[in-house]
């Protein structure tokens, strides 16, 4: 069984940091592309950053500078680090494991990150 689950959400005051993680389980993790997305109320599902099978990171502009997205194979597990946090990034944050074929593809079930004084 084929599970991502996300921890690491929480309220932060703007400027703070937090740090995402994803846990995988059930699936070859070398193989799979790990991508952060997030959904702002009433907005579509943004990708964040995503982290090559070797370990390249690439980043949405919004993010680049304050986020670090990681992967450790051997946990299976993959990190967004975020830094200078502001209200624009409150949303609920996704991980997905996808292969470079692009299929499967998984989601875990979200992490709610709120910025707020």
């Known amino acids: 069984q084929v599970q991502l689950v996300e921890s690491g959400g929480d309220l932060v005051q703007p400027g703070g940091s937090l740090t995402l993680s994803c846990a995988a389980s059930?699936?070859?993790?070398?193989?799979?592309?790990m991508r952060w997305y997030r959904q702002a109320p009433g907005k579509q599902r943004e990708l964040v950053a995503y982290?090559?099978?070797?370990?390249?990171?690439n980043y949405a502009d919004s993010v680049r500078g304050r986020f670090t997205i990681s992967r450790d194979n051997t946990k299976t597990m993959s990190t967004l680090q975020m830094n200078s946090l502001n209200p624009e990034d409150t949303a609920i944050y996704y991980c997905?494991?996808?292969?470079?074929?692009?299929?499967?593809?998984?989601w875990g079930q979200g992490t709610q990150v709120t910025v707020s004084s």
């Open positions: 997905n494991a996808i292969t470079v074929a692009g299929f499967p593809d998984y």
């Open positions: 059930g699936i070859f993790f070398r193989r799979f592309v």
């Open positions: 982290i090559s099978t070797d370990g390249r990171p």
